[in-house]
């Protein structure tokens, strides 16, 4: 079962907006991590976000975990069309230790159109 | 730094067949995780090995099974493939187990059962 539900499925933007995508997860988590995937081929790591932490920036994303909430999201901003791909959330749950596992979201589709 | 490799890249078996995929993870990585991905149950996890020991499994038959070896590179096996095992399977590696740090994922490999 998927720890992790995103939310919307899918999204379409033009070229230059901001995109955001959401992830909600049902048990308390070490971490939460974001990666994209760009048709049927392997994941590239975006953000990694401890429990501890609330907002992390990396280039043009931000990542914001609200644990009170169970949720996160992912902000893109000023999209570009190479940023047309699939976003995963992955939480390794906490209390696990080294024993812990990525488990996925079900992934937004991005389509970012010029 | 050499990224995941894995091969073969695609592969065509065919029912009742068994299946072995290879994984070469990061240099100085220890720990290699495998994932199923299909459209229909998303990505799931399969197993992790850290240091030759498998650390943590997912839920999946004993039809699948893998190893480490003592140069970090993994291999799986699925024996008895079904229809159902068609799906890319990914790799990825890391630093530390239990999703404690960023993986970094192969390009995968296609099986396709027939």
């Known amino acids: 079962s998927q720890q992790g539900e995103e939310d919307p499925q899918a999204l379409s933007i033009q070229e230059g907006e901001n995109a955001t995508m959401n992830c909600s997860y049902k048990?308390?988590?070490?971490?939460l991590q974001w990666y994209r995937q760009n048709s049927g081929r392997g994941l590239v790591h975006l953000i990694l976000i401890r429990s501890n932490e609330r907002e992390k920036h990396s280039g043009r994303l931000r990542v914001t975990l609200d644990t009170s909430k169970k949720s996160s999201s992912l902000l893109i901003t000023a999209s570009r069309a190479a940023d047309t791909a699939s976003y995963f959330c992955?939480?390794?749950?906490?209390?696990?230790?080294?024993?812990?596992?990525?488990?996925f979201g079900t992934g937004t589709r991005l389509q970012v159109t010029l | 730094k050499a990224g995941v490799t894995q091969t073969p890249r695609y592969l065509i078996k065919t029912r009742g067949q068994q299946v072995t995929l290879s994984c070469s993870p990061i240099?100085?990585?220890?720990?290699v995780s495998w994932y199923q991905q299909t459209p229909g149950q998303g990505l799931q996890f399969l197993f992790e090995?850290?240091?030759?020991?498998?650390?943590n499994k997912g839920n999946f038959p004993g039809r699948f099974s893998g190893r480490q070896f003592s140069n970090s590179r993994s291999e799986m096996n699925v024996s008895t493939l079904e229809l159902g095992d068609s799906a890319l399977y990914l790799c990825a590696s890391s630093h530390l187990p239990g999703a404690l740090d960023e993986q970094y994922f192969g390009p995968g490999t296609r099986l396709t059962v027939t």
């Open positions: 240099s100085g990585h220890r720990s």
């Open positions: 090995y850290f240091s030759e020991t498998q650390r």
């Open positions: 048990t308390s988590i070490n971490n």
């Open positions: 992955a939480t390794a749950i906490k209390g696990a230790g080294t024993a812990s596992k990525l488990t």
